[in-house]
């Protein structure tokens, strides 16, 4: 079982970055989907997620109308669309998989059962 979260980079304020979490050993469409992130010096903070298992998905309000995420299913991936990347956006970006719960918890660390390696995004003029 792996979990891998790639797509990071560097763009300028107002640009956009794809992030995919990409599962291996597990078919990720069953279960909830989070990604997080963690910029230095800062606490790990919850982004967005999406639930197979009650069909919804949820942002956190910085990203509200910015971020995007979405499913694969023929790539066994979840993705993270960026658009309009601002100064604050800068973070280590983390997905998760949640085996047992819906969108009710989704926003919640302690729910989520593994953790792929971040992929780093940056956010410069």
């Known amino acids: 079982v792996q979990l891998q979260a790639s797509g990071g980079g560097s763009v300028q304020p107002g640009g956009s970055l794809r992030l995919a979490c990409t599962a291996s050993?597990?078919?990720?469409?069953?279960?909830?989907v989070g990604w997080f992130r963690q910029a230095p010096g800062k606490e790990r903070e919850w982004v967005a997620c999406i639930s197979f298992r009650d069909g919804r998905f949820k942002y956190a309000d910085s990203v509200k109308g910015r971020f995007t995420i979405s499913r694969d299913n023929a790539k066994n991936t979840v993705d993270l669309q960026m658009n309009n990347l601002k100064p604050e956006d800068p973070a280590l970006y983390y997905c998760?998989?949640?085996?047992?719960?819906?969108?009710?918890?989704?926003?919640?660390?302690?729910?989520?059962?593994?953790w792929g390696q971040g992929t780093l995004v940056t956010v410069s003029s």
């Open positions: 998760a998989v949640d085996y047992d719960y819906g969108s009710g918890h989704c926003s919640r660390m302690i729910y989520y059962d593994h």
């Open positions: 050993g597990f078919v990720l469409n069953y279960y909830t």
